[in-house]
Structure formats: structure tokens, C-alpha cells
């Protein structure tokens, strides 16, 4: 994990990216799930975790912005479960043809 976060910090378009993918992963949803099926509450993760309930309780309805790998990777790992983080390349956009309607 040290490396990715190294390249994180030094690489700012990277950090975005990164930022923009787990937005859009609604991970707060799934470690929020991941916590039920465990039959666990926030106050037993927090203390698991060695943080406040109250931190655990905004990290699960995503008012915690700028979410980390590392905290991801220990709350996933607290409940049993992993974190799996994928890359992919983005399609590259249609040209559109100058001979379209003929």
C-alpha cells in the first residue's frame, strides 16, 4: 500500500481520479452493508478500528470526503472482507463522421 500512496501524494491528477472512482463506488453503502452481515454496530467498528462512533457513522453515510485507500483497506479488513480496487482504461470517444446523412 505504500507505493499507491506514495504515487497518490506526489501525483495530483492521479489523487483525483482515484477520488473520483471511489465516489462513484458508493463504498459507504457497501462498508454500511458489509458491517450488518457481520451483525456488528458502528460503536463495536469504531472501537475495532480505534476511532469515535461518530467518525464511523459519517464515513458510512459519505460525509467523509477525500476517503483514503489505507482506511478503506483497514475497515474492510476489521469486517472480514477485502478491498478490491480496479483500473481500467476510459473508452475513447466516437469520431464522428463528416459524411454522416449522405
Sequence with gaps: MR???G???TDPKLAREVEEI???MKIEQELAALRDKRGLS???VARILGVSQP???KL???KIKNLGVRTLVKYA???GGTLTLRIEPRPKPRAH???RGR
Excluded: C, F, H, K
Design 3 to 5: 507505493w499507491i500512496d
Design 7 to 9: 504515487q497518490i501524494e
Design 22 to 24: 471511489v465516489n462513484e
Design 42 to 44: 458502528q460503536r463495536e
Design 55 to 57: 467518525y464511523v457513522a
Design 60 to 62: 458510512e453515510s459519505g
Design 77 to 79: 479488513t476489521a469486517l
Design 97 to 99: 463522421s463528416a459524411s
